[in-house]
């Protein structure tokens, strides 16, 4: 009988084991990442080798091997780990709309049209029509030039080249600067307009762009599902994203169907949208606590998005004294204003009643004037309506005046910059300002010097005159080096702005959240922040920054979910 009741216990024993284990793993870990070099962005613990994960969370970190048992163990390898990428300013729409469009920026002859018409054609189904495209943006000047030589080749393009490549779908196609545009045979008969050449100019072509008909929910659906690839395949957890409002229905529908694999921080990108936050109560909640966004994990809002002045590609930024090379207007020309700025009171008042209701700003800014001027609002702002934690967002900042670089401080602005804009734009900055005005651009270390917040973004896909990518690596690069992607000039473009690769990597992981007033969920890899993870291929700090051009991401994780794993 005892030996009966021994057998018995021991028994028991097991099935109290099994049962233990089976109840740990209904409500244990989800995932472990381990054997990593996980770089947290938390100061008071920046490395570790380990990390877990239950739901869409991080439960805790480690550099020992007590390693808890999960249902799912990646091994890392020795990768290096960090924060997802939150890239702060990117358009979505347009960007969706080239990857399943046309990207014609760096095409100025005919044999390049012809090859990116065909794939086009692959891509869209039949009947779709295909636009914009932007052909000849990198015609002086090629993509990773400095600007020290430039080519005056032009493209004429004609219809012929394309029409048999294209009888299923309707062309219409521009060059960088709109002034004119090609259409082919298909877009031309259902247009009603005659062209033997398909070359349209002057108000004949802006009367066809306006019978483009408006793209099908279909058609934007798939646009933001290719551009949902490509924030996976570069580690891009969250976006920040100052699209057309109809797309807001489009990240829904797609999040219903579980294929939202990208957190969205939406941003209206006209001031006069800010009645309709307000209504809508896309605001800042500055209760009790820390300030929240509005919405959820998944879409959030709370801020605007406007402009005050143009671009360097255009040469309509606004300057306080003329642009160096003169070919636009003449010897006087400045740059201009945008939509609202034009009524510079009105434009100051929308601004005041935006930030009055919770609402946070982010304004565009590219030239010295434009930038004093939004330092004057700021200081307006904290007169009439009290100093508050409004993180007031200069986008891009890119040529501030010397004087004004102190005035920064002491008003906790985010810089929302874009390092890439250096790399790409220096093949034209010093030709058309000037060289002192120079080094006042794109001034990212005398910036946070001055008490700025660095949030660093792509601006993806670019404007008309440029093509930015959504890889963050490349922002890095660009922000460590300040060299073109062919490494010039040597040592870098006004090298005394170079940033450490930790101070980058911050600025692509907290300072996009800190911007957005959503670091208490994510930026850093902490206990209880979402489980946003990237895991790069290549160890940036052990290697050249010539080399990080050609890593690429092991895993990108969102909320505790792999959504990309490198087939290699």
């Given at each position: 009988?005892?030996?009966?009741l021994?057998?018995?216990?021991?028994?028991?024993?097991?099935?109290l084991?099994?049962?233990?284990?089976?109840?740990?793993?209904?409500?244990?870990?989800?995932?472990?990442?381990?054997?990593?070099?996980?770089?947290?962005?938390?100061?008071?613990n920046?490395?570790?080798?380990?990390?877990?994960?239950?739901?869409?969370?991080?439960?805790?970190?480690?550099n020992?091997?007590?390693?808890?048992?999960?249902?799912?163990?990646?091994?890392?390898?020795?990768?290096?780990?960090?924060?997802?990428?939150?890239?702060?300013?990117?358009?979505?729409?347009?960007?969706?709309?080239?990857?399943?469009?046309?990207?014609?920026?760096?095409?100025?002859?005919?044999?390049?049209?012809?090859?990116?018409?065909?794939?086009?054609?692959?891509?869209?189904?039949?009947?779709?029509?295909?636009?914009?495209?932007?052909?000849?943006a990198?015609?002086?000047?090629?993509?990773?030039?400095?600007?020290?030589?430039?080519?005056?080749?032009?493209?004429i393009?004609?219809?012929?080249?394309?029409?048999?490549?294209?009888?299923?779908?309707?062309?219409?196609?521009?060059?960088?600067?709109?002034?004119?545009?090609?259409?082919?045979?298909?877009?031309?008969?259902?247009?009603?307009?005659?062209?033997?050449?398909?070359?349209?100019?002057?108000?004949?072509?802006?009367?066809a762009?306006r019978?483009?008909?408006?793209?099908?929910?279909?058609?934007?659906?798939?646009?933001?599902?290719?551009?949902?690839?490509?924030?996976?395949?570069?580690?891009?957890?969250?976006?920040q994203?100052?699209?057309?409002?109809?797309?807001?229905?489009?990240?829904?529908?797609?999040?219903?169907?579980?294929?939202?694999?990208?957190?969205?921080?939406?941003?209206?990108?006209?001031?006069?949208?800010?009645?309709?936050?307000?209504?809508?109560?896309?605001?800042?909640?500055?209760?009790?606590?820390?300030?929240?966004?509005?919405?959820?994990?998944?879409?959030?809002?709370?801020?605007?998005?406007?402009?005050?002045?143009g671009?360097?590609?255009?040469?309509?930024?606004?300057?306080?004294?003329?642009?160096s090379?003169?070919?636009?207007?003449?010897?006087?020309?400045?740059?201009?204003?945008?939509?609202?700025?034009?009524?510079?009171?009105?434009?100051?008042?929308?601004?005041?009643?935006?930030?009055?209701?919770?609402?946070?700003?982010?304004?565009?800014?590219?030239?010295?004037?434009?930038?004093?001027?939004l330092?004057?609002?700021?200081?307006?702002?904290?007169?009439?309506n009290?100093?508050?934690?409004r993180?007031?967002?200069?986008?891009?900042?890119?040529?501030?005046?010397?004087?004004?670089?102190?005035?920064?401080?002491?008003?906790?602005?985010?810089?929302?910059?874009?390092?890439?804009?250096?790399?790409?734009?220096?093949?034209?900055?010093?030709?058309?300002?000037?060289?002192?005005?120079?080094?006042?651009?794109?001034?990212?270390?005398?910036?946070?010097d001055?008490?700025?917040?660095?949030?660093?973004?792509s601006?993806?896909?670019?404007t008309?005159?440029?093509?930015?990518?959504?890889?963050?690596?490349?922002?890095?690069?660009?922000?460590?080096?300040?060299?073109?992607?062919d490494?010039q000039?040597?040592?870098?473009?006004?090298?005394?702005?170079?940033?450490?690769?930790?101070?980058?990597?911050?600025?692509?992981?907290?300072?996009?959240?800190?911007?957005?007033?959503?670091?208490?969920?994510?930026?850093?890899?902490?206990?209880?922040?979402?489980?946003?993870?990237?895991?790069?291929?290549?160890?940036?700090?052990?290697?050249?920054?010539?080399?990080?051009?050609?890593?690429?991401?092991?895993?990108?994780?969102?909320?505790?979910e792999?959504?990309?794993?490198?087939?290699?």
């Open positions: 009988m005892k030996h009966l021994y057998w018995l216990s021991i028994v028991l024993g097991f099935a084991i099994l049962l233990s284990c089976n109840q740990e793993n209904e409500g244990g870990i989800d995932l472990v990442l381990h054997n990593g070099k996980i770089w947290t962005g938390d100061t008071s920046p490395w570790s080798t380990w990390i877990s994960i239950k739901d869409d969370q991080i439960v805790n970190l480690g020992d091997d007590n390693i808890p048992s999960a249902h799912r163990i990646i091994d890392l390898r020795g990768r290096l780990t960090i924060p997802g990428f939150n890239d702060s300013h990117v358009h979505f729409a347009s960007a969706g709309a080239l990857l399943l469009g046309i990207n014609l920026l760096d095409v100025n002859d005919g044999e390049g049209l012809k090859r990116e018409i065909n794939s086009a054609t692959k891509r869209l189904p039949k009947g779709s029509w295909i636009t914009r495209g932007d052909w000849g990198y015609k002086a000047w090629g993509v990773g030039s400095d600007g020290s030589s430039r080519s005056e080749t032009v493209f393009p004609h219809r012929k080249m394309i029409d048999a490549l294209t009888p299923d779908h309707p062309v219409l196609i521009n060059r960088y600067d709109r002034t004119e545009g090609l259409a082919n045979a298909l877009a031309l008969k259902g247009l009603g307009i005659e062209s033997e050449s398909g070359l349209l100019t002057g108000e004949i072509f802006r009367e762009l019978g483009i008909p408006e793209k099908s929910v279909e058609r934007k659906r798939a646009e933001a599902l290719r551009a949902l690839e490509e924030c996976r395949k570069y580690g891009v957890t969250t976006v994203d100052m699209s057309p409002l109809d797309r807001v229905d489009i990240y829904n529908g797609i999040r219903r169907e579980g294929k939202l694999t990208c957190r969205i921080n939406f941003a209206p990108s006209r001031l006069i949208e800010y009645r309709n936050m307000k209504e809508k109560g896309w605001i800042i909640d500055q209760g009790k606590g820390d300030q929240m966004t509005a919405g959820d994990k998944w879409i959030s809002f709370g801020t605007l998005k406007t402009h005050i002045d671009i360097m590609g255009a040469r309509t930024a606004r300057f306080y004294q003329p642009y090379d003169n070919l636009l207007e003449n010897a006087t020309w400045k740059g201009g204003w945008r939509e609202f700025s034009e009524d510079m009171p009105s434009f100051k008042q929308m601004i005041l009643e935006a930030d009055r209701a919770g609402i946070q700003l982010r304004i565009h800014a590219i030239g010295d004037q434009a930038n004093s001027i330092l004057d609002i700021v200081d307006t702002m904290n007169v009439v009290g100093f508050l934690d993180r007031f967002r200069i986008v891009h900042a890119q040529v501030i005046a010397p004087e004004d670089f102190p005035r920064f401080r002491g008003k906790e602005i985010v810089a929302e910059v874009q390092p890439y804009h250096a790399t790409d734009d220096m093949r034209w900055m010093e030709e058309r300002i000037g060289t002192e005005r120079c080094r006042g651009a794109y001034a990212f270390k005398t910036l946070e001055n008490g700025c917040i660095l949030s660093f973004g601006d993806w896909p670019g008309n005159a440029s093509y930015y990518p959504i890889n963050p690596v490349m922002g890095l690069y660009a922000a460590v080096t300040r060299q073109t992607i490494g000039p040597e040592g870098g473009w006004f090298p005394d702005q170079r940033v450490s690769l930790e101070k980058a990597l911050k600025a692509y992981t907290w300072g996009g959240a800190y911007g957005a007033f959503e670091e208490n969920i994510k930026g850093t890899l902490e206990p209880g922040k979402l489980a946003d993870i990237t895991v790069l291929d290549a160890d940036l700090f052990e290697t050249e920054p010539g080399e990080w051009l050609d890593a690429g991401i092991a895993y990108t994780i969102v909320g505790g792999v959504v990309y794993q490198n087939p290699d």
